[in-house]
């Protein structure tokens, strides 16, 4: 009778136990889907940020080009105004 009484209070605490357990799965498991979620929202904003950073840097490339364009053509008419200029005096 004892050891039946002593057996169900073990059983009871096993059982508290497994609940508990089960309970912390639950709860780490829903941690896991979460962090899963912001990973996957993460790497997406990052493939658009790389796309977005790409797009950006092949415009500056074009702008530099037009920069020096522009650049070599105001030192060619400089140079004009110049020997206009020593024609005019």
Do not use: P
Request: hydrophobic content about 30%.
């Amino acid at each position: 009778e004892a050891q039946i009484r002593f057996l169900k209070a073990k059983l009871r605490v096993v059982q508290e136990d497994l609940a508990n357990v089960v309970f912390e799965c639950r709860k780490k498991d829903d941690e896991n889907q979460n962090l899963e979620t912001r990973l996957k929202d993460t790497k997406e904003e990052n493939t658009r940020l790389q796309r977005t950073i790409s797009l950006q840097q092949s415009q500056t490339e074009k702008y530099k080009m037009l920069s020096q364009e522009a650049n070599k053509k105001t030192e060619g008419l400089q140079q004009e105004i110049t020997a206009l200029e020593k024609v005019l005096h």
